[in-house]
């Protein structure tokens, strides 16, 4: 149980264009999700956290136009890198909390992002 | 903000050795603590966690935890590791701070290569 869907797992696209990635919670509801960011060799950086129904939380640092968070309902929270551009390359993961609980978060199998 | 440190970067071991992962993390209030776990081309997997009680955490597939908290340390432990234990192993910590429960904060991760 507890699965986490993420999609794409990798995708390659020129400067410019804007990339759409989806976290499904598969087999449970998830009010909160998160996305990270995860460079070579360093630890999985907390990007923002993800509320149904309301306004992504971003964290320091994070550009909120750059990477638009929708959490539509309590299975899919898309995170979209709009026009990106080459530093934006890297390897992204999301992961969901069931409803009602605080911890342990569940996590997808990452999409790797390589921006031309 | 809390932090997290892991001592080794890359561990080599054969197999039937003893494994001790080092975990560090700075905050000094309450703290649940994880182990992640990320077999080659998975998704993260829970390991163990501590929220509270014996400090002494057993979880799945015969690895360990001891949370020394006068150290600030949550070290990993497994008597006789296998070549399936190849994997990148996480540190995460979750601070109770305010309305922010469950964020995790991981370290850099601990890629452990077993030899057969």
């Known amino acids: 149980g507890a699965v986490v869907s993420q999609h794409p797992s990798r995708v390659i696209c020129k400067s410019g264009t804007s990339v759409k990635i989806e976290c499904r919670s598969l087999?449970?509801?998830?009010?909160?999700m998160f996305w990270y960011r995860q460079f070579p060799k360093q630890s999985l950086m907390l990007m923002a956290t993800?509320?149904?129904?309301?306004?992504?939380?971003?964290e320091q640092g994070v550009e909120k136009d750059k990477f638009l968070i929708n959490h539509a309902s309590l299975t899919l929270s898309t995170l979209t890198v709009t026009s990106a551009h080459p530093e934006d390359s890297s390897f992204y993961i999301c992961?969901?909390?069931?409803?009602?609980?605080?911890?342990?978060?569940?996590f997808g199998d990452g999409t790797r992002l390589s921006i031309l | 903000a809390q932090s997290v440190s892991q001592h080794n970067h890359h561990v080599i071991l054969s197999e039937a050795a003893s494994l001790e992962l080092g975990c560090n993390y700075s905050?000094?209030?309450?703290?649940?603590l994880f182990w992640y776990v990320q077999y080659p081309g998975q998704h993260l997997q829970l390991l163990l966690k501590?929220?509270?009680?014996?400090?002494l955490v057993k979880g799945i597939k015969g690895f360990e935890a001891e949370f020394i908290k006068s150290k600030f340390s949550f070290n990993l432990r497994k008597p006789s590791v296998q070549w399936s234990d190849t994997a990148e192993y996480f540190c995460?910590?979750?601070?109770?701070?305010?309305?922010?429960?469950?964020?995790?904060?991981f370290g850099k991760g601990t890629l452990l290569t077993v030899n057969p």
């Open positions: 992961s969901a909390l069931e409803v009602g609980r605080i911890q342990p978060q569940h």
């Open positions: 993800s509320n149904e129904g309301s306004k992504a939380t971003y």
């Open positions: 905050y000094g209030g309450t703290v649940n």
């Open positions: 995460a910590v979750n601070a109770h701070s305010g309305g922010s429960n469950y964020k995790l904060t």
């Open positions: 501590y929220f509270s009680g014996d400090p």
């Open positions: 087999d449970f509801q998830a009010t909160t």
